[in-house]
């Protein structure tokens, strides 16, 4: 889940947070850079998530005034283009080896969009609106040529893409969204199992007290990619 922060800074607060140099003279900010703000919101988003970037509350993280902030970005939406794209930076893929296989390669490229993912869940609601940064397109192209590689049909590439894109989507979603104790989970399955009669099969699976997120998110991306095999 993301953590709720704890507020808006002032400008007086991060005024007195500023180090001082020996002189006893506040220590300046570093120049206000795009890199900084990036970073800098980036930090705000992991804190509060989405509702919690404001320009106002961005700029006072960066000790400016909010209309500096437009020297650099035009908006709040435009941040948005900025962090998510930045999060997804293709640069932190590893190659693997291509004498594997496609198949491995797609599951660590999966892997590793669900990872970036888990790191910043606000990441997750901001994808499916905004898809066309450089390092997204990146990653999908990436995608779609092991898939082809795989030998998946030309007319069938674009539901393939889809398919494991809306998958990891999901079961990001649902991991970082789900904050159920194991306390929690023990009485639900308490519960369903005097419900037993109605619900047997997810009763005799203990199904509410599965927890092993990373072995079922790999099962799942199996059966997924089982399907495009047998197109081969």
């Not at 209309?67 to 999060?87: P, Q």
């Not at 898809?131 to 192209?141: C, H, S």
């Not at 999901?170 to 308490?190: C, E, K, N």
Request: proline share 5%; with cysteine.
């Amino acid at each position: 889940m993301v953590a709720k922060g704890s507020g808006t800074r002032s400008k007086e607060s991060v005024r007195k947070a500023t180090p001082s140099r020996p002189g006893g003279e506040p220590q300046a900010e570093p120049p206000l850079s795009l890199e900084r703000i990036v970073a800098t919101a980036i930090d705000l988003l992991d804190a509060e998530g989405v509702d919690g970037l404001k320009m106002r509350r961005l700029a006072d993280r960066l000790g400016a005034g909010a209309m500096s902030l437009y020297w650099h970005v035009e908006n709040k939406e435009a941040v948005f283009d900025l962090v998510l794209d930045a999060v997804f930076d293709c640069r932190g893929i590893s190659e693997v080896d291509e004498a594997r296989g496609w198949r491995p390669e797609v599951v660590h490229m999966l892997e590793d969009w669900r990872a970036v993912m888990l790191r910043h869940p606000w990441s997750a609601a901001l994808l499916p609106r905004r898809a066309l940064g450089p390092n997204i397109l990146g990653r999908l192209e990436r995608l779609g040529k092991a898939l082809s590689k795989a030998g998946v049909p030309e007319a069938e590439l674009n539901a393939a893409i889809w398919s494991l894109w809306n998958y990891v989507l999901g079961a990001t979603i649902t991991r970082a969204s789900f904050d159920l104790s194991a306390a929690d989970m023990a009485v639900g399955q308490q519960r369903l199992s005097r419900l037993s009669e109605h619900y047997p099969t997810i009763e005799r699976s203990r199904l509410l007290l599965d927890s092993d997120w990373d072995g079922t998110f790999r099962k799942g991306l199996d059966f997924l990619l089982d399907g495009l095999a047998l197109k081969r």
